[in-house]
């Protein structure tokens, strides 16, 4: 079974049959709460060409999955992309080409075990990366991932993590950092990427291992801590 989505809609709530979900690149979804929402016990698989918004989270999955957005897709919301409890089933992967935005909160949040975040060249994720658990973020050259002023570019908790990154890395808050891992992992910051802080460049608060061949600057601070 899958289902395709055209034309202009409201919220959708996703049931079993609707797997996998493909938005065409003509279609409209403007929800209140979420725009597509997925909750039950499924293993989603979403492609995105169009756009998709809502005031809360604009698609939010119960149980991982992989969103796919498309170099013609958007996807805003409070919070953009909310993908939670995945640890029964696989943690969660976001591509995007598109564009990702948070309006209130994150562009991306995993809340729950890891995740994997694919920010490719055309891609831009604004309003930052958030991952509990672990997880993997790699950043193509082209590909921007931007904090807020009360936002880290991308918040890395309760697990090791990798970024890899040949893109942009910006977190601008005065007292926000670009990369914040909470207990270390590894970071490859290759001769096109650059991070750079209002804060530090980097901080993290358990081993870390650092390769960095780019920019790594803070503003007010180190460019890595």
Do not use: C
């Amino acid at each position: 079974m899958s289902r395709t989505i055209t034309g202009n809609n409201g919220r959708i709530a996703l049931a079993g049959g609707d797997n996998p979900v493909t938005v065409v690149a003509t279609a409209v979804v403007n929800g209140n709460v979420y725009g597509i929402g997925g909750y039950t016990d499924y293993s989603w698989s979403i492609t995105n060409a169009g756009l998709v918004q809502s005031n809360g989270d604009g698609i939010s999955l119960g149980t991982g999955g992989l969103i796919s957005n498309q170099a013609s897709g958007s996807i805003v919301g409070s919070t953009g992309v909310y993908i939670y409890h995945s640890y029964n089933f696989d943690r969660g992967t976001v591509i995007n080409a598109g564009g990702i935005t948070g309006t209130g909160v994150w562009g991306v949040q995993f809340h729950a075990e890891g995740g994997v975040v694919s920010n490719l060249s055309t891609g831009t994720i604004s309003n930052g990366v958030y991952i509990s658990g672990g997880g993997l973020v790699s950043n193509a050259v082209g590909g921007i991932i931007t904090g807020s002023g009360n936002l880290e570019a991308v918040d890395l908790r309760s697990g090791a993590a990798t970024v890899t990154n040949a893109g942009a890395i910006l977190g601008p808050g005065a007292a926000f950092d670009g990369i914040k891992f909470e207990t270390g992992g590894s970071l490859a910051n290759q001769v096109t990427g650059t991070i750079s802080g209002g804060k530090r460049g980097i901080i993290s608060y358990g081993a870390m291992t650092v390769t960095n061949a780019g920019t790594i600057s803070g503003a007010a601070s180190y460019g890595a801590e």
